[in-house]
């Protein structure tokens, strides 16, 4: 059974900093892009982070980048994504998931793919 469960959402102050993890079970982590995707309140799910190991890609969107790092543990299977100097526009649910495909935040949520039931993330102003 394929699983991933994601942790390490809560309520942190504007500016402050949280480590989300994705821990995965039930297919060959390595060969999968594993992706974070956040959807905030009234708004659309988007893509802000992916790593794939079968090339070693790795793509940082622009709202994130240089707060936000995506990296993975493979032995455990198990995706991190740490945020720094976070902002009220920060706050949403985000989601991992993984999809045999290239780290394209278009074609992950087309493709057959796998997601976590995601974690809540506040951030107060």
């Known amino acids: 059974e394929v699983q991933l469960v994601e942790s390490g959402g809560g309520l942190v102050q504007d500016g402050g900093s949280l480590k989300l993890s994705c821990a995965t079970s039930?297919?060959?982590?390595?060969?999968?892009?594993i992706a974070w995707f956040r959807q905030a309140p009234g708004k659309e799910r988007v893509g802000i982070s992916c790593?794939?190991?079968?090339?070693?890609?790795?793509f940082t969107a622009d709202a994130v980048k240089g707060r936000f790092t995506t990296y993975s543990d493979y032995a455990k299977g198990t995706a991190f994504l740490q945020m720094r100097e976070l902002k009220p526009e920060d706050t949403a649910i985000y989601y991992c998931?993984?999809?045999?495909?290239?780290?394209?935040?278009?074609?992950?949520?087309?493709?057959?793919?796998?997601w976590g039931q995601g974690t809540r993330v506040t951030v107060s102003s």
């Open positions: 998931a993984a999809a045999l495909v290239e780290c394209d935040f278009a074609t992950i949520p087309s493709a057959p793919n796998y």
């Open positions: 039930g297919f060959v982590f390595g060969d999968y892009a």
């Open positions: 790593s794939r190991g079968l090339d070693g890609s790795t």
